[in-house]
């Protein structure tokens, strides 16, 4: 009789104690499993030429170096268009030199011709005037044929006046003025020659950093417009987990602080990563409260997380798992 007492009492004692314990189980917090992805920084070769690609020396999955060849762009346009600047960086500096050395040796004796000339002119009528005017004060010419010699002898002096100021001109040259402007037209065309040099670099474009190809968007024989990304190349030595937080849970996520993951896509292994970036998303990612006056709108927060050490065979876009 007492044994079975003493079954029922332990029997009774182990259901109270099976209940406690689901209950107290029951009511504890439940870990919270977080999901991220991998992601990684990309860098995007493009040309500033528009053309046709005439070759393309790399394709998806091949790792290339900084400074390796990636692409051509045939362009007749900009060849031409460089054509177009040498003949008139030719013709500004003949127009420079043509001002800086000033009128031919030709031209200027024969404007000095031109002003010998207008000076016997201006003699000759001034020996005339003098013979006329004293026949009008004897009183054998009219008045009339006085003032004509007259008005012809002040005409040759402003003609040889005239005549020595282009002699002049022609021995001193072009003004500074126009020997400046000259200079700067050649000085701009020069620059036009430098611009499309520089264009003409950009047909043959090589990488600017290491990394693999990710993505080719145009082919050979494709017409490409200008900055158009036409390979992408993505560096998996600089990746990140990204995670999606809600504001209440940020206290977890100080900056600085290291988490243990796991990467599906690598196995059961578990990694560490840092904190290292946070910032707020838009208002697109906003957790609404389901019922108003309980609870409040919680915005969300964009979380990056880089490795503590290299991770091999890596990938952008793999799953993350992280529980708090």
């Known amino acids: 009789m007492n044994k079975i007492l003493i079954f029922i009492i332990a029997l009774i004692a182990a259901i109270i104690l099976w209940v406690g314990t689901t209950f ?36 998806k999955g091949d790792i290339v170096k900084k400074g390796d060849y990636i692409f051509s762009i045939r362009s007749d346009e900009v060849k031409a268009k460089l054509k177009q600047a040498i003949a008139s960086k030719d013709v500004a500096e003949a127009i420079k030199n043509k001002a800086d050395k000033g009128a031919r040796v030709q031209e200027i004796a024969a404007s000095k011709s031109q002003y010998k000339k207008a000076l016997v002119a201006e003699k000759l009528m001034s020996t005339t005037y003098k013979r006329i005017k004293k026949l009008y004060e004897e009183g054998v010419i009219s008045q009339q044929k006085h003032d004509e010699v007259y008005a012809k002898l002040e005409a040759s002096k402003y003609t040889s006046s005239s005549a020595k100021q282009l002699y002049l001109m022609s021995k001193v040259g072009a003004r500074v003025e126009d020997k400046n402007a000259a200079r700067a037209k050649e000085e701009v065309y020069a620059g036009k020659i430098d611009e499309v040099e520089a264009y003409i670099k950009e047909l043959d474009i090589y990488s600017f950093q290491k990394g693999e190809v990710t993505s080719v968007l145009i082919q050979e024989g494709e017409l490409s417009p200008s900055g158009f990304p036409i390979v992408t190349l993505t560096d998996m030595n600089n990746s990140w987990a990204k995670f999606t937080i ?79």
Do not use: C
């Open 24 to 59: 107290y189980q029951a009511y504890q917090p439940k870990p919270l499993n977080i999901q991220g992805e991998i992601d990684a920084q990309s860098y995007n070769i493009s040309s500033k030429v528009a053309g046709r690609i005439s070759k393309i020396a790399v394709k």
């Open 246 to 324: 809600r504001e209440d849970l940020l206290p977890s996520f100080k900056k600085g602080t290291i988490f243990k993951v796991k990467i599906p896509g690598l196995g059961n292994d578990s990694y560490e990563y840092k904190v290292s970036f946070i910032s707020v998303m838009g208002n697109f990612a906003i957790w609404k409260a389901s019922q108003a006056g309980k609870g409040f709108d919680m915005k969300s927060f964009e979380v990056h997380m880089h490795p503590i050490n290299k991770i091999k065979d890596l990938r952008v876009g793999m799953s993350v798992l992280l529980v708090l």
